[in-house]
């Protein structure tokens, strides 16, 4: 049997030709600021850099030197206990607010509550950190309203023991509208029928919740719990306004530490390997997420 | 011929005119090019800097020179990584305005020009305190010109002082009468609170060193190559800002704001600042004045300058003029009179305006020999990080002084280590 090539059109090549042609500056922002910082970043992990006094190839010795860092454990273990109760508490703040808010109440209250809770979202992290360093402080409006009670006043950013969950509480304000608004949109997708069925077989709204509402907006469930976990793994400005890492290491991230090393203390070739290994901590963390997921989201 | 009178003034004003214009031609040069400028500050340090290119300008009409000025907004270790990649970029500036923080860590990578010759050519720097051009050589030769300077002083509310009946701070006294001073100034509401405090413990490098110089010891070891973390006189000096903290109760833990705007509102009593809060005092109409931090061992204090220096490459008359103008006896008199900063010049010190506010400004010119410079190795970027992390970490009570000191002594030490290791590949 004779195989006969089929021939390719002018057509054929023109539009392949054409396809490339519209793809390409998307692809080529996509590897000069995506790809090649993140190639670049690798190398600069295994070097010592320093353009004037000559760098090389120092090996592992980067990663050796974060994994044997006492530090590292500390500043580990902050990003880790931020993000658990970051994402918590925006995730479950953010479904009861949406649970609320999903019921008959005249239009504009609702919009006025949306929008109340919305607001913060949509204000820079920076300002918002600067303005609660301010009620933080020592002699801030917290510790003020503690002293008219007759309580005494609470080191909110200066003690180690309430410097995370000050930061967490903030960024909680902050975040959780952006949760809730997407939880509303979730919750609207829940059917009526079956709600309503569920309410005639006389069905408790515990159980409602339980069994059909969460079931159906498991999976942006999902999604917030991932898109959550990515965003506080990467948590900067608002521990570097409120407490730049301190006092001591008790507030310190991962990114803190990589900008500190890579940007203040010119170690760029450290700061590289601690990128690098947060990458892969991400990594490792979404794909449990990942795994985890294929058991508990029903749709 | 008849010369009208108006003729002959006309004639007369023109030739003046040629004869001025001439003149200037004599003194101005026809070479042209442009000069990059990187200062740092804020808008009143673009003033004095535009003021100083504008006479630059006069003998060099045809040199176009552009200014950028960085706030230092995240410290001098982010500003040392922008300027070392300018320079890996080969796009670096032609004159850089910096700080003592970074000269080691620029001299010993070679990005600047060694400038003695200007220097000694200069007349007018012979005005200068010679500690400052000390401060400015690695390895003997001068890379930098000081421009102006900061001691840190003890800025006291003479108002608060009076109500608490406390009496001035005078010269000579000592960390026992500060404490006491300290605790009398505190004061307390019905439930126990605080709503003034006595003083304000530092929360930055270059605030607290004073403590650890008046106690005759240092972080670093004199010439800046170690730790010196682990003498007994430095935990000392930590425990005495520990105990004002917690057991006195004096003052606040050190946190991640200064208290500036508490000092402005009379809601603390002293503070150690050099002379740039004295602008922001003088607007807030306090009744304050400055004493000589006290001493334990000695009267020393520290001093950290700002100065300028030529880029690798960059040197020419052309931008050897324009330094000489930002640094010259004008540039001098506008620092001066801006209370940004002590002026270098000791002539620019001790015009009236300068010594009008506070009734001790003669102190700031006048400590500057018992000065020690900021410890700025060419880690100083590490230095100061690990430092002020162990530091804070020991006033909140979170790691013991002894092993806060111990721990910083090792990260120090590791640090001076990749330093040297660095240096010598």
Redesign the interface.
């Given at each position: 049997m004779t195989v006969i090539a089929a021939p390719t059109s002018d057509l054929r090549s023109s539009q392949a030709r054409a396809g490339y042609l519209f793809a390409f500056p998307a692809l080529a922002l996509y590897f000069v600021f995506v790809l090649a910082p993140v190639v670049v970043t690798v190398i600069l992990s295994f070097a010592?850099y320093?353009?004037?006094?000559?760098s090389?190839w120092v090996g592992l010795d980067n990663f050796k030197r974060f994994f044997f860092d006492f530090r590292s454990k500390q500043i580990f273990w902050n990003t880790l206990r931020f993000t658990l109760f970051a994402v918590t508490g925006n995730v479950s703040v953010g479904l009861l607010l949406a649970l609320a808010l999903n019921r008959a109440m005249p239009g504009w209250l609702l919009y006025f509550f949306r929008l109340a809770f919305f607001l913060p979202v949509i204000i820079a992290a920076a300002f918002v950190s600067i303005v609660w360093?301010y009620f933080y402080?020592?002699?801030g409006i917290f510790?003020y309203y503690l002293?008219t009670l007759?309580l005494?006043?609470v080191?909110w950013?200066?003690?180690?023991a309430n410097a995370m969950p000050s930061i967490v509480f903030m960024d909680v304000w902050k975040n959780t509208g952006f949760f809730m608004i997407i939880f509303i949109a979730a919750l609207q997708g829940v059917p009526r029928t079956i709600m309503e069925a569920a309410i005639m077989d006389g069905t408790s709204p515990w159980r409602r919740f339980w069994r059909i509402t969460l079931p159906w907006i498991s999976p942006v469930v999902f999604f917030a719990i991932v898109y959550a976990s990515i965003g506080a793994l990467q948590v900067y400005e608002s521990i570097y306004?409120?407490?730049?890492?301190?006092?001591?290491?008790?507030t310190r991230s991962m990114s803190i530490n990589i900008v500190?090393e890579?940007?203040?203390?010119?170690?760029i070739g450290y700061g590289a390997s601690v990128a690098v290994v947060m990458t892969l901590v991400i990594l490792v963390i979404t794909g449990v997420q990942l795994v985890i997921s294929r058991r508990l989201v029903r749709y | 011929m008849t010369i009208s009178r108006r003729t002959l003034l006309a004639s007369t004003a023109a030739l003046a005119a040629v004869a001025v214009t001439s003149k200037f031609a004599l003194a101005q040069s026809n070479d042209s090019g442009t000069i990059r400028v990187l200062m740092n500050g804020g808008d009143a340090d673009l003033l004095t800097t535009n003021n100083a290119i504008a006479r630059f300008n006069k003998k060099f009409p045809n040199y176009k020179v552009t200014v950028d000025m960085d706030p230092i907004s995240t410290g001098w270790g982010d500003f040392v990584t922008k300027v070392l990649a300018q320079f890996a970029s080969n796009s670096q500036y032609d004159i850089y305005g910096t700080a003592i923080e970074t000269f080691q860590t620029f001299a010993s990578r070679g990005v600047f020009e060694p400038i003695d010759d200007f220097v000694a050519a200069n007349p007018n720097y012979s005005d200068f305190a010679p500690a400052l051009f000390e401060d400015c050589k690695y390895q003997g030769k001068t890379y930098f010109v000081p421009t102006s300077w900061n001691n840190i002083m003890i800025h006291y509310n003479r108002d608060l002082f009076d109500k608490a009946k406390v009496g001035y701070p005078k010269a000579g006294w000592t960390w026992d009468d500060f404490r006491a001073a300290a605790k009398a100034l505190t004061v307390k509401d019905a439930s126990g609170n605080v709503t003034q405090w006595g003083y304000e413990v530092p929360n930055q490098n270059f605030f607290v060193q004073p403590w650890f110089f008046s106690n005759g010891t240092g972080v670093l070891s004199d010439d800046w190559s170690k730790s010196n973390m682990l003498d007994p006189k430095v935990a000392e000096s930590l425990q005495f800002l520990h105990d004002i903290i917690h057991v006195d109760g004096s003052s606040p833990i050190p946190g991640n704001d200064t208290l500036d705007n508490q000092f402005l509102a009379g809601q603390v009593a002293m503070m150690s600042r050099g002379h740039w809060v004295i602008p922001n005092i003088k607007n807030a109409k306090l009744n304050t004045d400055v004493a000589i931090p006290p001493s334990k061992v000695n009267d020393y204090t520290v001093v950290g300058f700002g100065a300028v220096g030529i880029a690798k490459g960059s040197k020419n008359p052309a931008v050897e003029a324009l330094l000489a103008e930002l640094s010259g006896p004008e540039l001098e008199m506008d620092v001066a009179k801006a209370g940004g900063a002590v002026p270098g010049s000791k002539a620019a010190a001790s015009i009236p305006e300068f010594l009008a506010f506070p009734p001790s400004a003669n102190l700031f010119y006048q400590t500057l020999p018992h000065t020690k410079a900021v410890p700025s190795p060419a880690n100083f970027q590490e230095v100061e990080k690990i430092f002020i992390r162990y530091y804070t970490a020991m006033m909140a009570d979170e790691v013991s002084i002894a092993d806060g000191c111990k721990q910083a002594d090792a990260e120090l030490n590791d640090s001076f280590a990749r330093l040297k290791a660095s240096l010598k590949s």
């Open positions: 010592y320093d353009p004037q006094l000559g090389h360093g402080q020592d002699n510790n002293r007759d005494p006043a080191h950013l200066t003690s180690a306004i409120l407490t730049k890492g301190g006092p001591g290491d008790a500190e890579a940007f203040g203390s010119f170690q | -």
